[in-house]
């Protein structure tokens, strides 16, 4: 069964730090490009940051030297650290991979496989 799994969100005063994690199985992982986007209440959903099979990074400015998005595919695993988080960094949270597109775009349609996301909430 092919699935992701979201863990790590929660709540943290602004300045604080969280780590996400995405597990990830019944599919070759470490193949394919992963990436983190985010979706507020009444917002689109954001594409943040993603990771191409060989670990090139890309970020959204919104989250660029703040957030850190890594991969361990000898244990299926996708992170997201964050740092100085701000209250307008609250929002669902969601792993998702590109299996077909190359990572080429932050297009959530690009993104054919989605986790069920976790939440993360910042107070000021």
């Known amino acids: 069964q092919v699935q992701l799994v979201e863990s790590g969100g929660g709540s943290v005063q602004a300045g604080g730090s969280l780590r996400l994690s995405c597990a990830a199985s019944?599919?070759?992982?470490?193949?394919?490009?992963m990436g983190w986007f985010r979706q507020a209440p009444g917002k689109e959903r954001e594409g943040i940051a993603k990771i191409t099979s060989s670990g090139s990074a890309t970020y959204a400015e919104s989250v660029k030297g703040r957030f850190t998005i890594s991969r361990d595919n000898a244990k299926n695993t996708l992170y997201l650290e964050m740092n100085s988080l701000k209250p307008e960094d609250s929002a669902m949270y969601y792993c998702?991979?590109?299996?077909?597109?190359?990572?080429?775009?932050?297009?959530?349609?690009?993104?054919?496989?989605w986790g069920q996301g976790t939440q993360v909430t910042v107070s000021s």
């Open positions: 998702a991979a590109d299996i077909w597109f190359g990572c080429v775009s932050f297009s959530s349609a690009n993104f054919r496989l």
């Open positions: 019944g599919y070759m992982f470490s193949r394919y490009c």
